[in-house]
């Protein structure tokens, strides 16, 4: 079993920036595919970002060029910088691990464990 709990969301202003930690415990994680997912009220859970164990990464197009995943192996952590921050990135966002397949890392259903989830708000 993988615990992961994420932290590092608050408020900030538009065009601040924040940065999540995801810490994974359990066992390592060095080889699985981390992503972080935010879900904001009413709305459906969706991708933003994902790390695979060879260091491959992949954003949303509403984050390209604003996020930045990262992993440190030696610490089993997964961390998204977010600049720029925009009042649509209010959300809740949640880290997750599995292994996907090519092609499906933004497909939420292929991640088997999950975090509690930190709350961004991003307002003036």
């Known amino acids: 079993q993988v615990q992961l709990v994420e932290s590092g969301g608050g408020l900030v202003q538009p065009g601040g920036s924040l940065r999540l930690s995801c810490a994974a415990s359990?066992?390592?994680?060095?080889?699985?595919?981390m992503g972080w997912f935010r879900q904001a009220p009413g709305k459906e859970r969706e991708f933003v970002a994902a790390?695979?164990?060879?260091?491959?990464?992949y954003y949303a197009d509403s984050v390209k060029g604003r996020f930045t995943i990262s992993r440190d192996n030696a610490k089993n952590t997964v961390y998204l910088q977010m600049n720029s921050l925009e009042p649509e990135d209010t959300a809740d966002y949640y880290c997750a691990a599995g292994q996907p397949p090519s092609g499906f890392v933004r497909f939420k259903s292929h991640y088997n464990y999950w975090g509690q989830g930190t709350q961004v708000t991003v307002s003036s």
């Open positions: 359990g066992r390592t994680v060095s080889s699985a595919t």
């Open positions: 790390i695979r164990g060879s260091g491959g990464t």
